[in-house]
């Protein structure tokens, strides 16, 4: 199974693990298929692990859709959405299941040779972090 690293803002990351944000919204969806695992990481200041989540349904529709269907469960302001979706016909809500907490927080390099932060999906084998899920905290 693919995992994939997903860089999410610090303030979008906590609403995350706090429960507030059940769904995570982007401008495209996994190039790789299928991916079920999600690692959390805090993009700087912070830059590492916080957290964990499986995929839940991932929904493609148009923006205002997605704000009438999961806006009120967002974690994000009405206006920051739009401000990033500004002229984009479509997104994708990622479904945000079963949360868990690195605490604390993991540095990805110490396991992930040659990681360099990317603005949009790292995706690697579940085995390269073999045994890091052991330091996940349920929530």
Same mark, same amino acid.
């Given at each position: $199974?693919? @995992?994939?690293?997903?860089?999410?803002? !610090?303030?979008?990351?906590?609403?995350?693990?706090?429960?507030?944000?059940?769904?995570? +919204?982007?401008?495209?969806?996994?190039?790789?298929?299928?991916?079920?695992?999600?690692?959390?990481?805090?993009?700087?200041?912070?830059?590492?692990?916080?957290?964990?989540?499986?995929?839940?349904?991932?929904?493609?529709?148009?923006?205002?859709?997605?704000?009438?269907? +999961?806006?009120? =469960?967002?974690?994000? @302001?009405?206006?920051? +959405? +739009?401000? /990033?979706?500004?002229?984009?016909?479509?997104?994708?809500?990622?479904?945000?299941?079963?949360?868990?907490?690195?605490?604390?927080?993991?540095? !990805? $390099?110490?396991?992930? !040779?040659?990681?360099?932060?990317?603005?949009?999906? /790292? /995706?690697?084998?579940?085995?390269?972090?073999?045994?890091?899920?052991? $330091?996940? =905290?349920?929530?």
């Amino acid at each position: $199974m693919t @995992s994939v690293l997903l860089s999410i803002r !610090p303030e979008y990351a906590k609403e995350i693990i706090h429960g507030r944000k059940k769904y995570e +919204f982007r401008k495209s969806t996994f190039k790789k298929q299928p991916v079920d695992h999600v690692y959390i990481s805090a993009s700087s200041p912070i830059k590492k692990l916080v957290g964990t989540f499986r995929v839940g349904q991932i929904v493609k529709d148009k923006p205002k859709i997605l704000w009438d269907r +999961f806006g009120d =469960c967002s974690g994000i @302001s009405k206006e920051r +959405f +739009f401000e /990033y979706f500004a002229g984009r016909s479509s997104a994708y809500a990622i479904g945000i299941d079963r949360v868990g907490v690195f605490d604390p927080p993991i540095d !990805p $390099m110490e396991y992930i !040779p040659g990681f360099a932060a990317s603005q949009s999906f /790292y /995706y690697f084998d579940d085995t390269l972090l073999k045994g890091i899920d052991a $330091m996940v =905290c349920d929530l």
